[in-house]
């Protein structure tokens, strides 16, 4: 049975920071993850993706140079660490599993998970 279940959300100052993790159980192995954020409102949103060996990394320029992922295989976890916050950074924060990572020539990328956790709220207070 899959798992995936995120932690460490929460209500923060803009220019601060937080981190996300999140912990998977039951998935095979061999497969990139990602973050993805929902703002209320708005469309479901990559922010970031990492291979499964955690050499490769993709964000977004909307977060780009802010925001960090990584992995630790043993642990079954994945992180996130978001830097220099910004109101507009404000979403449901989902890690996204199992799924099919594109990329392109251009450098554009896209991940299709197979499993969602629930989310997390991040909360940035200009």
């Known amino acids: 049975q899959v798992q995936v279940e995120e932690s460490g959300g929460g209500l923060v100052q803009a220019g601060g920071s937080l981190r996300l993790s999140c912990t998977a159980s039951g998935l095979p192995f061999g497969k990139a993850m990602a973050w993805f954020r929902q703002a209320p409102g708005g469309e479901r949103e990559a922010v970031a993706c990492i291979d499964w060996h955690g050499y490769t990394t993709y964000y977004p320029n909307s977060v780009k140079g802010r925001f960090t992922v990584s992995r630790d295989n043993a642990k079954n976890t994945m992180y996130l660490q978001m830097n220099s916050l910004k109101p507009e950074d404000t979403a449901t924060y989902y890690c996204?599993?199992?799924?099919?990572?594109?990329?392109?020539?251009?450098?554009?990328?896209?991940?299709?998970?197979?499993?969602w956790g629930q989310g997390v709220q991040v909360t940035v207070l200009s």
């Open positions: 996204a599993a199992d799924g099919r990572l594109s990329t392109e020539s251009s450098g554009a990328w896209s991940y299709a998970p197979s499993y």
